[in-house]
T-cell receptor, first 117, second 114 residues
Framework: DTGVSQDPRHKITKRGQNVTFRCDPISEHNRLYWYRQTLGQGPEFLTYFQNEAQLEKSRLLSDRFSAERPKGSFSTLEIQRTEQGDSAMYLCASSSDSPYSANSPLHFGNGTRLTVT | DQQVKQNSPSLSVQEGRISILNCDYT??????FLWYKKYPAEGPTFLISISSIKDKNEDGRFTVFLNKSAKHLSLHIVPSQPGDSAVYFC?????????????FGTGTRLTIIP
């Protein structure tokens, strides 16, 4: 169990640029989640995949955001035309079952910190 | 609309004593609750959970209590140790609706004083 891996750890970009983050979940986990955390707040749900299917999207996920999990393994989160309000920690998590199953809690990665200048 | 609230941003406790972290929720559809711990520069780590069919769940030094009528849960850590110093997040989900979303509180920073 190598854990959930996220790349890059930090990203600084200028307003208007596009950015892409990658998440590699724990290998046997079929569920993958993206959350966003801003300063002083808890993580906020963005979207969720079961295998390659994107099954839930938050209204926080504007049309500038797109997430994919093409082969049901790693996932990418792209933000187009970044805005300063996009500055946050983007967290990826994976699990083998639903988050309300006691035996399969979400395992989070260490996040990608995005700073938009 | 903060559906999960942690009203204490910070808490300091002497080593060896009991730490009690509190969480309130407003959405009556929530039926599963979790606590996560977060160290700086790391992602949250699962600690303990409880289903709404129970009012208590224990795992070693950690106990979670759920009071459904008050829409309140608490995490007890006893005895507190220096390694417990971290930010603690309460989270909730509505499993009956089949959605996979966890709703988190804003966190409580726990500092254990040696």
């Amino acid at each position: 169990d190598t854990g959930v891996s996220q790349d890059p750890r930090h990203k600084i970009t200028k307003r208007g640029q596009n950015v892409t983050f990658r998440c590699d979940p724990i290998s046997e986990h079929n569920r993958l989640y993206w959350y966003r955390q801003t300063l002083g707040q808890g993580p906020e749900f963005l979207t969720y995949f079961q295998n390659e299917a994107q099954l839930e999207k938050s209204r926080l996920l504007s049309d500038r955001f797109s997430a994919e999990r093409p082969k049901g393994s790693f996932s990418t989160l792209e933000i187009q035309r970044t805005e300063q309000g996009d500055s946050a920690m983007y967290l990826c998590a994976s699990s083998s079952d639903s988050p309300y199953s006691a035996n399969s809690p979400l395992h989070f990665g260490n996040g990608t910190r995005l700073t938009v200048t | 609309d903060q559906q999960v609230k942690q009203n204490s941003p910070s808490l300091s406790v002497q080593e060896g004593r009991i730490s009690i972290l509190n969480c309130d929720y407003t959405n009556s559809m929530f039926d599963y609750f979790l606590w996560y711990k977060k160290y700086p520069a790391e992602g949250p780590t699962f600690l303990i959970s409880i289903s709404s069919i129970k009012d208590k769940n224990e795992d070693g030094r950690f106990t979670v209590f759920l009071n459904k009528s008050a829409k309140h849960l608490s995490l007890h850590i006893v005895p507190s140790q220096p390694g417990d110093s971290a930010v603690y997040f309460c989270a909730a989900s509505a499993s009956n609706f089949g959605n996979e979303k966890l709703t988190f509180g804003t966190g409580t920073r726990l500092t254990i004083i040696p």
